[in-house]
């Protein structure tokens, strides 16, 4: 649970850096998500069996829509889908042998 | 159990998925809510991100690109309306040349509408620069183009010479040969009213007469493409392809008067 707020206060600032303070810093409107970076990187180093990577993808996905003027949803439930079809390629054909806090 | 924890997985994110979509029905409330308890931080990153872009010299290019932006953009503006007004004095010049200038009061007018299909312009210039219904109007080149039709106080609508209703009288250039050139609509000229024993040629120009005290004598109408006989006929008839372009027509004069 614990860490559950903590990913949701980390991606809730994510989302305003992404909004108020990098448009400043990279010109051409170039922005990198780093939403979509922190939830693509958690579900390749994540260890197997955890999903912390997929609630990640909800938490971030749904702040990317409600800052976004979409559908709601549309966002959160397009990351989850990204982050366990990353997890499930990864767990079936590919092994890291680094990074097995998560 | 595993059928029990697969089926609870299931069932939670059947949950997760429709209350996202439940979500929606109240969407403008949560934007607001998010909108307004982050609108403070917000402010405070925005005004960070723009002094570290400013203290970094990015601010001050942008800035600068900006403003070399904007005025590269009105010097276009600015030598767009110079090439239009060569245009407009080159067109002047040649109707100088022409002696026109001298011998009738013209206003220039821009095209600014056309009806292709009634063969109808409209012109920038109406009564506040002294265009009247009736008066003729004519390309550059000394080619007429047809008569005012109606004048309002900054816009007129030209009949072209090739309308259905138009009538000018007409006469083959250097010859006595009279006649009535009317519009065939689609820009297309009928030379009418030739009797038939005078002689018509393919390629004979066709200028105006003035009988009709519409156009001055001797404005170019067209070129005789074909020419239309019928024995029982009193008069013969031809296809005059005009000089103007109705497409290509932009400026146009409008004689408001003969000098004294």
């Known amino acids: 649970m614990k860490q559950a707020i903590v990913l949701f206060l980390v991606f809730y600032v994510f989302a305003l850096l992404q909004m108020s303070f990098f448009v400043h810093l990279f010109p051409n409107g170039l922005v990198p998500n780093l939403i979509i970076l922190s939830v693509v990187l958690l579900s390749i180093f994540e260890r197997r069996g955890s999903y912390a990577s997929f609630v990640a993808a909800l938490f971030g996905g749904f702040l990317l829509d409600v800052f976004s003027g979409g559908v709601i949803g549309l966002w959160a439930l397009g990351l989850g889908f990204a982050s366990l079809l990353i997890k499930l390629i990864l767990e079936d054909y590919v092994r890291f042998p680094i990074l097995k806090k998560f | ?260």
Do not use: C, Y
Request: proline share 2%.
């Open chain 2, 1 to 260: 159990m595993r059928n029990l924890i697969l089926r609870r997985r299931f069932g939670i994110l059947v949950l997760v998925i429709l209350s996202f979509l439940s979500l929606n029905l109240i969407s403008s409330q949560v934007r607001e809510f998010a909108t307004s308890i982050s609108s403070p931080l917000q402010v405070s990153l925005w005004q960070a991100g723009k002094n570290i872009s400013t203290f970094f010299g990015g601010g001050s290019l942008r800035t600068e690109n900006e403003v070399l932006r904007q005025e590269n953009f009105a010097l276009l503006q600015k030598l767009i309306s110079l090439q239009d007004v060569e245009r407009e004095n080159e067109e002047l010049r040649r109707m100088l040349d022409l002696g026109l200038a001298e011998e009738f009061r013209m206003v220039m007018a821009e095209v600014i509408g056309k009806n292709l299909v009634e063969d109808v312009i409209t012109i920038r210039g109406g009564q506040n620069q002294g265009i009247q219904k009736g008066m003729s109007v004519i390309a550059s080149g000394t080619i007429a183009v047809g008569k005012v039709v109606e004048s309002f106080s900054d816009h007129a609508r030209v009949q072209l010479i090739s309308a259905d209703e138009a009538r000018t009288d007409a006469q083959i250039a250097g010859t006595e040969t009279t006649g009535v050139v009317r519009g065939a609509g689609g820009q297309k000229l009928m030379f009418d009213l030739v009797p038939q024993e005078d002689e018509l040629g393919v390629g004979d120009m066709v200028v105006t007469s003035n009988l009709g005290g519409v156009f001055p004598k001797n404005l170019l109408i067209g070129e005789i493409t074909e020419i239309l006989k019928a024995g029982s006929d009193p008069f013969q008839k031809a296809s005059v392809k005009p000089f103007f372009s109705l497409k290509s027509l932009e400026t146009v004069f409008v004689i408001t008067s003969l000098r004294p």
